[in-house]
């Protein structure tokens, strides 16, 4: 059975628990500063627990550090005496925070992954993507097997993390905000809010099945007549700046990204 320890039991730590301790496979510890929500994980996933960071390195050969950016650096000195050279990988899913940010506050020769998931990893369709230092390699199977357990898992240069970050790590934002733009818009011409929302809803979840066999260009033309009515949406669409909106935003989301790092 793998041992693995989850530092930060918030929203992807939280998912990767409930994931990986329903296959059966994985010794899991959980470390997190709330013993209520300890309590939670350990009641509710049989899962060892501690409020030691040092304590759930130590115990495993594979630590994941689920924690915001801002934690990373106390963590890693917390973690620190526990890693020794390439015995144990040191995983992070904080954004903005480099391999080499990671790697000058462990031992020499330590195993460093960063991973860049999304929420989507509470429901099982996640995705995200992995990049790893060269000790870290040897560990890429192992990481990227992990969290297929909550969705899709690409290996990535970590040179294009802040892009994916932008993408698809801030995309379950931008797609909710799309849906609630059309439930208003259902609103606004008569349709009763539950009525729009379920709509929606269905075909968000629709789309996103169809997504997975046909390009999306396809999609929208299959939908598209000339002269119909999602033409005429498009073109109003267009006239809005809603493709440039959404260029603009990911440039912005990109840059964030990096500003974070400095």
Known sequence: MERVSIIGAGKIGGSLVARLSATGNFDLTVSDVHEEQLKR?????????????????????????????????RVLDEISPAIKGGEKAVVSVAAGVPISAIEGRLPGGAAVLRVMPNVCAAVGLGSAVVAANEPGGTYLPEVMGIFRHVGDVVELPERLFDAATALHGSGPAYVALFADALIQAGVREGIPRDV???????????????????APHQIRDEVMTPGGTTAAAFVAMEKAGFVAAVYDGIEAATEQARRLAE
């Open 196 to 214: 729009a929302r379920r709509l929606v809803n269905g075909t968000i979840g629709g789309t996103a099945v169809l997504l997975k066999e046909r």
């Open 41 to 73: 994980f350990a009641e509710g996933y049989d899962v060892a627990t501690t409020t030691s960071n040092e304590e759930a390195a130590e115990g495993s050969g594979l630590i994941l550090l689920a924690v915001k950016p801002w934690d990373v650096g």
